[in-house]
Nanobody, 123 residues
Framework: QVQLVESGGGLVQAGGSLRLSCAASGRTFSSYAMGWLRQAPGKEREFVAAINWSGAGTYYADSVKGRFTISRDNAKNTVYLQMNSLKPEDTAVYYC????????????????WGQGTQVTVSS
């Protein structure tokens, strides 16, 4: 089992930046690809970014490419999401999650989730 706890959300103006953190515990953190997903009001949960077990490979939704950066520090059992040039459309609850594999692939299932952290971007 694994526990994931997100933090760092808040209210920010459009064009601003925010850094989300996800602290993991339980099974070996470095063994799994990790990701961030988000859910806006009235919308389905959507993929945002993912990172392979070693951090060597990263993946992003087209909507956040060039603005968001996912990273991880396995020594600290933590994954991050740096969000720059935020837009009102980025407003959502952001969830940290992990797969049961070392390498992420499009359509991969994230089986474990955190409780989420709210990100609100004002215009």
């Amino acid at each position: 089992q694994v526990q994931l706890v997100e933090s760092g959300g808040g209210l920010v103006q459009a064009g601003g930046s925010l850094r989300l953190s996800c602290a993991a515990s339980g099974r070996t953190f470095s063994s799994y690809a990790m990701g961030w997903l988000r859910q806006a009001p009235g919308k389905e949960r959507e993929f945002v970014a993912a990172i392979n077990w070693s951090g060597a490979g990263t993946y992003y939704a087209d909507s956040v490419k060039g603005r968001f950066t996912i990273s991880r520090d396995n020594a600290k059992n933590t994954v991050y999401l740096q969000m720059n040039s935020l837009k009102p459309e980025d407003t959502a609850v952001y969830y940290c999650a992990r797969t049961s594999e070392r390498y992420y692939y499009t359509g991969a299932s994230f089986g474990s989730w955190g409780q989420g952290t709210q990100v609100t971007v004002s215009s």
